[in-house]
């Protein structure tokens, strides 16, 4: 079967001085999977405004299918992203996220993250999405902690924790690890090994330049980052996540974390330098712009 990946969560634009991107972390995700050829289906929602025909553009532009009830008479959800003079990025958020129940019952694969997965009314939703997804289709997970306005931070904490147990596939920062173990006193590397061992199959932590560490069945892996010149930050987990993503369909690892066959340590090598290779593509330019197949061919030196 062909993959087909239904991602559900926040559509936005990010506002950067008098420019404005596209993004948000689900969104960013579904169009970095359609550039490298897996077909996705976004669930989201934008306002009948000028923002919110940008966001439709550039879906229809990278090939990203939206789901029926994409635009509404509200208005687009904003972040104004501030970049730091180490290409860091912080964010103020204008959002308004909530969607209607979708369909996965077609998908091979079902991703959330971000605010989607915990802001009402939308975010029970999205967590109802990935637990209705069938026991063959694999279920993805970026908690891309956004902690100033996901309410009430113990709550946040639960409900990110308990969707992660039930997902095979959970990616998050190393910064998302360290406010995950702030109530229990947990180092980042406690927390990743703690999600693993909640059921997560590949549990892996982005740690910026230092590359990342994944776990997988109880085996830690580490792999470094890619060289390169920094441009600004704003994507880059998200680039991480689509090519960590594409590398696991790619090479057929999906239906082994779904039927719980063990995975050799090459196989997640390559998994794990295909999404830094996404990753590094990413930072190298302005905005979140995801490689497209040539380019992380190039990186990957397989082009």
């Known amino acids: ?68 009830t994409f635009v509404d008479s509200g208005r687009t959800s904003t972040a104004a992203a501030t970049v730091e003079a180490d290409g860091s990025a912080s964010y103020e958020f204008d959002l308004d996220w909530r969607i209607d129940e979708p369909d996965v019952s077609e998908a ?4 959330t993250g971000s605010i989607a997965a915990v802001l009402e009314p939308g975010g029970s939703v999205a967590r ?22 996901m309410g009430d931070a113990g709550r946040a904490r639960r409900l990110i924790c308990d969707l992660a147990a039930v997902c095979h596939v959970v990616k998050l920062s190393d910064e998302d690890a360290a406010w995950l173990g702030v109530e229990t006193g947990q ?9 693993s061992d909640s059921g ?35 994507g880059a987990g998200d680039a991480f996540m ?13 239906r082994h974390l779904v039927e719980g066959r063990s995975l050799g340590p090459e196989e997640i090598v390559r998994v794990l330098d295909t999404a830094l290779a996404s990753a590094a593509i990413a930072v190298s330019r302005s905005g979140a712009q995801p490689p497209s197949p040539d380019e992380l061919d190039g990186l990957l030196g397989r082009g």
């Open 1 to 68: 079967m062909k993959p087909r990946a239904v991602v559900v969560g926040e559509a936005l634009v990010d506002v950067v001085g008098d420019d404005a991107y596209v993004g948000g972390s689900p969104l960013n995700v579904a169009v970095g999977l359609s550039r490298l050829g897996v077909a996705a289906c976004l669930h989201a929602r934008v306002g009948d405004d000028d923002h919110g025909a940008l966001i439709a553009s550039h879906l229809d532009e990278a090939g990203v299918e939206r789901c029926p």
């Open 108 to 111: 091979t694969l079902v991703h």
């Open 128 to 149: 109802a999405a990935i637990r209705a997804a069938g026991p063959a289709t694999l279920r993805s997970f970026d908690p891309n902690i956004r902690a100033d306005i």
């Open 187 to 195: 180092t980042a590397e406690e927390v990743l090994r703690s999600i």
């Open 200 to 234: 997560a199959r590949l549990a892996v932590m982005t740690r910026g330049r230092n590359g990342c560490m994944a776990i997988v069945d109880g085996a830690a892996v580490e792999r470094p980052a890619y060289p390169v010149e920094l441009v600004d930050t704003i």
């Open 242 to 254: 689509s090519g960590l993503l594409f590398g696991i369909v790619r090479d057929g690892i999906d």
